[in-house]
């Protein structure tokens, strides 16, 4: 079975997939196939843990290639949050895809906050849809990843290093600045 981590990105994916390292009984891997077109674009190898944010574009392609077959996880992040670190990233990947390509370019008027928020949205209710009929689906949040990641680790019968992998959520893959996070 294959798991597959939908996300909008800027809500701990990458920290995510560090604490999958730890499974034994499965590979894991961030973004690993971006650069990748047609089928080879989502050919992961079995027992593969995937978070790739940029998915949420192609939930077609993903259903037809896996379907009701793998285990999805949706990753979110508090909403303000996230459109604020999208925001302070607004000239680059995803954010510049969304102003520039998705978008055709904003109106003067349209802030970066406000493009953030567009492009969570769209991506927020793609993500939904896609998994509104999927038997086998955690939803997880940045704000919870301790608590979220060992309800993960059991429901996928993960084998490992569990404590090796809660330690992993503690720090700030892929963030701004060096603090660790906290929760339960």
Known sequence: MNVFVLNSGRCGSTTWIRACEHIRNYS????????????????YPERHIEADNRLSWILGRLDQAYGDRAFYVHLSRERE??????????????????????????????TDLDLAHDYLESVEQNIRLFLRDKPRVLEARLEHLPRDFRRFWSAIDAEGDLEAALAELRIRHNASDASTLTGP
């Open 28 to 43: 894991a891997g961030h973004e690993t196939r971006i650069h990748l077109a047609g089928p080879a674009r989502l050919a």
């Open 81 to 110: 949050a996230a459109a604020a670190s999208f925001a302070r990233r607004a000239d680059f990947g995803i954010m510049r895809a969304w102003r520039e390509g998705v978008l055709l370019g904003a109106t003067p008027e349209t």
